[in-house]
């Protein structure tokens, strides 16, 4: 039986789906539905149970789980990186997942977890997935932080030799609609184009990059579930992973690559840089992919434009989900 928190989120769902795809079914779903449409995620997926992520803990901690489990894929934590509650993120998002590591190590069970490239920060220190520089890097809010510690935490009682960290960049894909402004920009911009004919961007406010032109590395919600169960097939593959398309695209590509997707003219309109955002706002953002190359992943990630023509025409134009 393989465990996947967040299950019916936005990556976990993809995950869950993958699986289903690979001819598993054996699968155990924790989460939280709560009053948004995440509940649509699951359906059409196949597996054996839904469990609310409050649950499933207290089962792991009082060790009471009634069923075997082969790994635990732990996707599930709040994700928003604007959220304000640093003492919820610190429960939510570090002491959950130390609970499940603790259990997954003292009982031989595979535990995959998702950390964040949240925690490099501005970027100043570069995106190299080298654990022996954790201690080194800074994240910009609390979200980065409270991924930052777990992998600390890892690191210090020596058992990133024993689990898998993944370090996510930009992912955007279908069974994303649920999560608001954590949203991928290629959905938001979407609906902008349906509704308005236009995409509204930031102004650049650095020296060297011009409007539009602010770069991240853009990783279709396919290939990083790929990356991913790639751990799980490979169980003597272990540590914190990069994952990304290795290549930083600029936005303006992005909103071209959508525009030619619906079958419209580009029509973009810059704004002002909201001063909320100004001295967090990341310029640059590359994933490294030496080290899951090294490791013996070798499939080519989708191109920003096959990725986003897939996204808009398989799934946005047809409103459909993974699964379906």
């Known amino acids: ?53 409050d649950d499933f803990i207290s089962m792991v901690v009082d060790d009471t789980l009634n069923f ?18 640093a003492d919820h993120l610190f429960s939510n998002n570090y002491l959950y997942t130390q609970e499940l590591a603790k259990f997954c190590l003292t009982k031989n069970i595979r535990f995959i977890y998702a950390s964040s490239a949240a925690t ?21 809010n609390m979200y980065g932080y409270s991924k930052q510690l777990f992998d600390l935490w890892a690191k210090k009682n020596d058992v990133l030799n024993k689990i898998v960290g993944i370090k996510y960049f930009n992912v955007y894909g279908p069974n994303e609609y649920h999560k ?3 949203r991928s920009v290629v959905h938001k911009a979407y609906e ?44 003597d593959k272990n540590g914190i992973y990069n994952v990304g398309a290795g290549k930083a695209r600029t936005w ?14 580009v029509k973009i309109e810059y704004i002002d840089l ?23 992943y070798n499939k080519q990630t989708t191109t920003l434009e096959d990725g986003v023509n897939d996204y808009v025409k398989n799934y946005l134009l047809k409103s459909l989900y993974l699964g379906y």
């Open 252 to 265: 303006n590509a992005l909103v071209n690559a959508l525009f030619n997707a619906v079958g419209k003219p």
């Open 180 to 182: 608001a402004d954590m």
């Open 1 to 53: 039986m393989i465990a996947v928190t967040g299950g019916a989120g936005f990556i976990g769902s993809a995950i869950v789906w993958k699986l289903n795809e690979q001819g598993h079914d054996n699968i155990i779903i924790v989460d939280e539905l709560g009053i948004e449409d995440k509940w649509k995620n699951l359906v059409g997926l196949k597996f054996q149970e839904f469990i609310h992520k």
């Open 120 to 140: 490099y920060g501005d970027g100043a220190l570069g995106f190299e997935d080298d654990e022996t520089k954790l201690e080194e890097l800074r994240p910009l």
């Open 274 to 296: 909201p001063e909320n955002l100004r001295e967090k706002y990341q310029y640059f953002t590359e994933a490294d992919l030496s080290k899951i190359k090294s490791a013996g």
């Open 192 to 235: 902008q184009i349906r509704d308005t004919g236009k995409v509204k961007l930031f102004k650049s406010l650095h020296p060297d990059y011009k409007d539009g032109e602010q770069m991240r590395d853009f990783i279709y919600v396919k290939d990083a579930v790929d990356m991913t169960l790639y751990f799980l097939e490979h169980p």
């Open 68 to 85: 075997p489990l082969e790994a635990i894929i732990h996707m599930g934590a709040n994700s928003s990186t604007t959220e304000k509650d």
